[in-house]
């Protein structure tokens, strides 16, 4: 039973198109993610959702919406996409606010033509 | 700069062998400590985690943090073909995950 599935897991789209990847968690937790890994592996956090607000929004453009209809989803939109949008987006989630390990989702892996 | 720097490797070695991964990092604030282990085509997983100073051990995995030279360490004894993935590491300064910082990770491989 998946903990933090995200879909979809590939997305090959053009310049120009919006798009959406879904996210849910069934692990209870309060604390939502959106990270960005990039070509070299470089994790970028993008959003956090507590509990259905907003809490970062680290310099993302406003091209990408996060939408979270519940704790238990937090889906990502993205309008007008551009070619270094090509990337690969985790959705994580947490509740321990000592260690604040982070559960991750296996990636949406999105390329942008 | 980034927040938190890694050799990103690539790094082969021979099954059995010990295995040293390492990070920088610039901020003096930071006090939690933490290496992600990544397979291909996955997310990242919880592997270590440390408060402060010292070393944490776990099985074959020692984490080492140095404060006063903002170094960070991971260790793998008698290291296994099943070792081999992308380590991060991750360092913030207060509690909670919202501002956790990742290295750009060390892609292993263990040959057999």
């Known amino acids: 039973d998946t903990a933090v599935s995200q879909t979809p897991k590939y997305l090959v789209t053009q310049m120009g198109n919006d798009k959406s990847i879904k996210c849910e968690q069934n692990?209870?937790?309060?604390?939502m993610y959106w990270y960005k890994q990039d070509s070299k592996k470089f994790l970028k956090i993008m959003f956090s959702y507590n509990n259905k607000e907003l809490i970062i929004n680290e310099t993302v453009p406003n091209r990408f919406s996060p939408k979270s209809p519940d704790k238990a989803h937090l889906n990502l939109h993205i309008n007008s996409l551009e070619l270094g949008d090509s990337a690969v987006y985790f959705c994580a989630s947490s509740q321990d606010r000592v260690s604040g390990e982070l559960f991750f989702g296996e990636g949406s892996r999105l390329t942008v033509l | 700069q980034k927040e938190v720097e890694q050799d990103p490797g690539p790094l082969s070695v021979p099954e059995g062998a010990i295995v040293s991964l390492n990070c920088t990092y610039s901020?003096?604030?930071?006090?939690?400590f933490m290496w992600y282990r990544q397979y291909s085509r996955k997310g990242p997983e919880l592997l270590m985690y440390t408060y402060s100073s010292g070393n944490k051990e776990d099985g074959r995995f020692t984490a080492q943090v140095d404060k006063s030279s903002k170094y960070i360490s991971l260790f793998i004894r008698d290291s296994q073909p099943s070792d081999s993935a992308t380590y991060l590491c991750?360092?913030?300064?207060?509690?909670?995950?919202?501002?956790?910082?990742f290295g750009t990770g060390t892609r292993l491989t263990v040959i057999p």
């Open positions: 692990l209870g937790h309060d604390t």
């Open positions: 991750a360092s913030r300064a207060q509690t909670g995950a919202n501002n956790l910082f």
């Open positions: 901020n003096s604030a930071f006090q939690y």
